[in-house]
C-alpha cells in the first residue's frame, strides 16, 4: 500500500477529522490529506509568532538578550509556568520565546505578541505568501472568549470544570479567529528549513528552540528515543493539532502537518472516554509520524 493510503487507514481509525500536509524537504516529494482545510491553529500560532518575533529583531526593534519584566496584568492561563512566578522576574528574550515554544507558556506567547503589536502576525504571513494564516487573536482573547473567565489569578480547580463557549470566536474558521490550514503551515515550515525567512541565521535559531519541544505525545509518540523533532503542538476541546520538521536521518527531513477536531462533547459526561478519546487521537498522530520516519529514513 501507499504512504498516503496507510496515513488514511489511520485516520478513518482515529475518531477524528485529520488532515495532513507533508513534504521531504530533500526529494520535494509532498503528501496531502484535505491539506486545504482551515482549522483554529491553537498553539501552533506560536510558530508564526516565532517567526515574526525573529523578524523584529532583524530590524532593531528588540533582541534575545533583552529582560521584559512580568507582571500580574501580563500573565495568563495555563500552559506554561510564568502564571505561577512572582512579579519583578524579568526573562530574556529568547528565554520568553523558549517558554512559548516548548512548554506553550501562553503568558510568555502574549508578552511576545504585545511587543510584535496588533496584526503585524497575519501581515507578515500574507507577505509571505501564507495567505491562509490569519493570527488576529492573543491567547488571552482566546481565553476572553472560551471561558467565563480568563483572570489567571482564578482558582485552576474550579476552572476544569468550567463550561466552554464552543459557538464564539475561538472555534471560528474564518479571519476573525487564528486559522491556518495544513498546506500553509507546512509551507511555512519548509521555507525556515530553507533559510529563507528573515535571515539563514534566524531560522537556524527558530529550528534550534523548536527542537527543544518537550511535548512530544503526537507525531513523535512513536520515534525512536532521542529522534531530533522540531514542533509545535497546539491544542483546546476537541481540536488537537501538531507541526513541525521530522529529522528522519542525518540526510533526510520532512515538514510536517497535521490538524484534527471531532465532537468531544459526545464523551463529555464519561470521565473514562473522556480521556480515552484524546489518548487515542494522539497514538494516531504517533503512527503518521512514524509512517513517515520509516519511509523516508534511508533516503
Not at 519583578?88 to 520568553?96: E, I, K, M, S
Not at 476541546?237 to 510536517?256: C, M, Q
Not at 471531532?262 to 512514524?290: C, H, M, N, Y
Given at each position: 500500500?501507499?504512504?498516503?493510503?496507510?496515513?488514511?487507514?489511520?485516520?478513518?481509525?482515529?475518531?477524528?477529522?485529520?488532515?495532513?500536509?507533508?513534504?521531504?524537504?530533500?526529494?520535494?516529494?509532498?503528501?496531502?490529506?484535505?491539506?486545504?482545510?482551515?482549522?483554529?491553529?491553537?498553539?501552533?500560532?506560536?510558530?508564526?509568532?516565532?517567526?515574526?518575533?525573529?523578524?523584529?529583531?532583524?530590524?532593531?526593534?528588540?533582541?534575545?538578550?533583552?529582560?521584559?519584566?512580568?507582571?500580574?496584568?501580563?500573565?495568563?492561563?495555563?500552559?506554561?509556568?510564568?502564571?505561577?512566578?512572582?512579579?519583578?522576574?524579568?526573562?530574556?528574550?529568547?528565554?520568553?520565546?523558549?517558554?512559548?515554544?516548548?512548554?506553550?507558556?501562553?503568558?510568555?506567547?502574549?508578552?511576545?505578541?504585545?511587543?510584535?503589536?496588533?496584526?503585524?502576525?497575519?501581515?507578515?504571513?500574507?507577505?509571505?505568501?501564507?495567505?491562509?494564516?490569519?493570527?488576529?487573536?492573543?491567547?488571552?482573547?482566546?481565553?476572553?472568549?472560551?471561558?467565563?473567565?480568563?483572570?489567571?489569578?482564578?482558582?485552576?480547580?474550579?476552572?476544569?470544570?468550567?463550561?466552554?463557549?464552543?459557538?464564539?470566536?475561538?472555534?471560528?474558521?474564518?479571519?476573525?479567529?487564528?486559522?491556518?490550514?495544513?498546506?500553509?503551515?507546512?509551507?511555512?515550515?519548509?521555507?525556515?528549513w530553507q533559510g529563507e525567512i528573515v535571515s539563514h541565521d534566524a531560522c537556524n535559531e527558530m529550528l534550534k528552540i523548536l527542537r527543544k519541544q518537550q511535548l512530544n505525545d503526537r507525531l513523535p509518540r512513536y520515534l525512536p528515543p532521542?529522534?531530533?523533532?522540531?514542533?509545535?503542538?497546539?491544542?483546546?476541546?476537541?481540536?488537537?493539532?501538531?507541526?513541525?520538521?521530522?529529522?528522519?536521518?542525518?540526510?533526510?527531513?520532512?515538514?510536517?502537518?497535521?490538524?484534527?477536531?471531532?465532537?468531544?462533547?459526545?464523551?463529555?459526561?464519561?470521565?473514562?472516554?473522556?480521556?480515552?478519546?484524546?489518548?487515542?487521537?494522539?497514538?494516531?498522530?504517533?503512527?503518521?509520524?512514524?509512517?513517515?520516519?520509516?519511509?523516508?529514513?534511508?533516503?
Open positions: 500500500m501507499s504512504l498516503e493510503s496507510d496515513m488514511r487507514r489511520i485516520i478513518e481509525n482515529s475518531g477524528a477529522e485529520m488532515s495532513v500536509s507533508a513534504r521531504h524537504l530533500e526529494s520535494g516529494q509532498q503528501i496531502a490529506i484535505d491539506a486545504d482545510l482551515p482549522f483554529p491553529l491553537c498553539s501552533v500560532l506560536k510558530i508564526p509568532v516565532l517567526v515574526e518575533a525573529f523578524r523584529h529583531m532583524a530590524e532593531g526593534c528588540f533582541a534575545l538578550d533583552d529582560r521584559w519584566e512580568l507582571t500580574t496584568a501580563q500573565k495568563n492561563l495555563p500552559s506554561g509556568i510564568l502564571v505561577f512566578c512572582d512579579d519583578g522576574l524579568a526573562p530574556t528574550v529568547r528565554d520568553l520565546l523558549t517558554l512559548m515554544i516548548i512548554i506553550s507558556d501562553n503568558t510568555a506567547t502574549d508578552m511576545v505578541l504585545r511587543r510584535l503589536g496588533e496584526g503585524s502576525v497575519t501581515r507578515t504571513m500574507h507577505n509571505l505568501g501564507l495567505t491562509d494564516i490569519h493570527v488576529p487573536l492573543t491567547i488571552r482573547q482566546i481565553f476572553d472568549d472560551l471561558l467565563p473567565s480568563a483572570d489567571p489569578t482564578q482558582d485552576l480547580l474550579t476552572l476544569a470544570t468550567a463550561p466552554r463557549n464552543r459557538n464564539g470566536r475561538c472555534y471560528s474558521l474564518g479571519s476573525d479567529n487564528d486559522v491556518g490550514t495544513p498546506a500553509a503551515l507546512t509551507k511555512l515550515l519548509t521555507r525556515i532521542g529522534t531530533p523533532f522540531a514542533h509545535k503542538t497546539g491544542t483546546l476541546p476537541g481540536i488537537r493539532n501538531d507541526s513541525g520538521i521530522l529529522y528522519a536521518s542525518e540526510n533526510s527531513h520532512v515538514a510536517v502537518t497535521v490538524f484534527s477536531r471531532w465532537d468531544d462533547e459526545t464523551v463529555a459526561d464519561d470521565p473514562i472516554a473522556s480521556k480515552e478519546q484524546p489518548v487515542a487521537i494522539d497514538r494516531a498522530f504517533g503512527r503518521i509520524g512514524r509512517l513517515l520516519y520509516d519511509a523516508f529514513r534511508g533516503s
